[in-house]
């Protein structure tokens, strides 16, 4: 028996929820053998598929179907997972400078410490050119 595309990538786990899943299908990040599917497309037990996420493209086989969401452990017996050696490589790459997003010093939004200081300084230093000034009027 045939499942609907949208149906078996949630079960699969691949998106979170159905919707998502089809919103995916929807804006052309799920494809076989070349073209974008519908939510509403069924798979079959031999399927090919390829799910964009981000800047990797992975490709997957159904080996069994399923419209019942899976624990994860149960997926490797319902779907194999052959994406190339590449792609794998670009989601490390991609993980990898992720994690080294490190902001400099000086660069970006200031932390709130930086803030804090920035108002400190500026504070002390309105407050004290406009308290000048205020006495040199009364004094006139």
């Known amino acids: 028996m045939p499942v609907r595309v949208d149906k078996y990538l949630?079960?699969?786990?691949?998106?979170k929820t159905r919707s998502?899943?089809?919103?995916?299908?929807?804006?052309?990040?799920?494809?076989?053998?070349?073209?974008?599917?519908?939510?509403?497309r069924t798979f079959s037990v031999?399927?090919?598929?390829?799910?964009?996420?981000g800047p990797v493209t992975f490709t997957y086989e159904v080996l069994q179907l399923s419209e019942n969401r899976l624990g994860a452990k149960l997926v490797p017996d319902y779907l194999r997972d052959i994406t190339s050696p590449e792609q794998k490589e670009l989601l490390e790459l991609a993980r990898l400078g992720a994690?080294?997003?490190q902001r400099d010093r000086g660069a970006g939004r200031p932390t709130k410490?930086?803030?804090?200081?920035?108002?400190?300084f500026v504070s002390e230093d309105w407050d004290e050119f406009f308290d000048d000034d205020d006495t040199d009027d009364t004094e006139q």
């Open 10 to 15: 949630f079960a699969m786990r691949l998106y």
């Open 20 to 40: 998502i899943a089809a919103d995916a299908c929807k804006k052309g990040r799920v494809t076989q053998n070349g073209q974008t599917l519908k939510p509403s």
């Open 46 to 53: 031999g399927d090919k598929f390829s799910v964009r996420k």
């Open 99 to 101: 994690a080294s997003g």
């Open 113 to 120: 410490k930086d803030r804090r200081d920035i108002e400190t």
